[in-house]
């Protein structure tokens, strides 16, 4: 389910572009893959979970061939990197992950990778461009209607929080599942 936002008396050219992250309280895509960026410990950990994990050595073997990594970045929704890689990543795989917006999360050995994943598949980004409408993923059908209403809340009131005149700026909000109508919100 997602929800499409169409902002007013909002100039992209003038006023502040903005993205920002906000957690939900429930994951909105079950099919999310997330890949482990991982030294030995972290990689040991992921296997023991069934995650996907690659460490440095399968990095390396990339050397920065941007297909490569393009494809990596694809397969994935996002990744998680071990604190004493991730300040290498850039430098072994070039700028490929940061380009399709998918830098990285941290993962320290403090924390549990469970959590952090959960945390991570809950996670959804406002990013405005150049056009005046966005569309963020906030659900799945599968989901009881207020566990929707409680994601839509939050991601509705954190968008109004990043705009400049909060709710002045939005013109419409509606929502969509893939295949249905658009219901209007706002």
Same mark, same amino acid.
């Given at each position: 389910?997602?929800?499409?936002?169409?902002?007013?008396?909002?100039?992209?050219?003038?006023?502040?572009?903005?993205?920002?992250?906000?957690?939900?309280?429930?994951?909105?895509?079950?099919?999310?893959?997330?890949?482990?960026?991982?030294?030995?410990?972290?990689?040991?950990?992921?296997?023991?979970?069934?995650?996907?994990?690659?460490?440095?050595?399968?990095?390396?073997?990339?050397?920065?061939?941007?297909k490569r990594v393009k494809k990596l970045a694809k397969k994935y929704d996002a990744f998680l990197a071990s604190e004493s890689l991730? *300040?290498?990543?850039?430098?072994? @795989?070039?700028?490929? +992950? %940061?380009? $399709?917006?998918?830098?990285?999360?941290? !993962?320290?050995?403090?924390?549990?990778?469970?959590?952090?994943?959960?945390?991570?598949?809950?996670?959804?980004?406002?990013?405005?461009?150049?056009?005046?409408?966005?569309?963020?993923?906030?659900?799945?059908? *599968?989901?009881?209607?207020?566990? @929707?209403?409680?994601? +839509? %809340?939050? $991601?509705?009131?954190?968008?109004?929080? !990043?705009?400049?005149?909060?709710?002045?700026?939005?013109?419409?909000?509606?929502?969509?599942?893939?295949?249905?109508?658009?219901?209007?919100?706002?």
């Amino acid at each position: 389910v997602e929800l499409q936002v169409a902002l007013k008396n909002y100039d992209p050219q003038k006023d502040k572009r903005f993205s920002g992250t906000v957690k939900l309280e429930h994951i909105p895509k079950p099919k999310f893959q997330v890949c482990i960026l991982g030294d030995q410990q972290h990689c040991d950990e992921a296997r023991a979970n069934k995650l996907d994990c690659l460490d440095t050595e399968t990095m390396k073997k990339m050397n920065k061939s941007k297909k490569r990594v393009k494809k990596l970045a694809k397969k994935y929704d996002a990744f998680l990197a071990s604190e004493s890689l991730i *300040k290498q990543i850039p430098r072994i @795989l070039g700028p490929g +992950l %940061n380009k $399709a917006g998918k830098f990285p999360t941290l !993962l320290t050995h403090n924390d549990s990778m469970m959590a952090k994943l959960d945390e991570v598949k809950a996670t959804i980004k406002f990013q405005m461009k150049k056009v005046l409408c966005l569309a963020v993923a906030v659900g799945n059908v *599968k989901m009881t209607a207020d566990q @929707l209403v409680q994601n +839509l %809340n939050l $991601a509705i009131n954190y968008l109004a929080s !990043l705009l400049k005149k909060n709710w002045q700026n939005i013109r419409s909000l509606h929502i969509k599942s893939t295949m249905g109508p658009p219901q209007r919100l706002y």
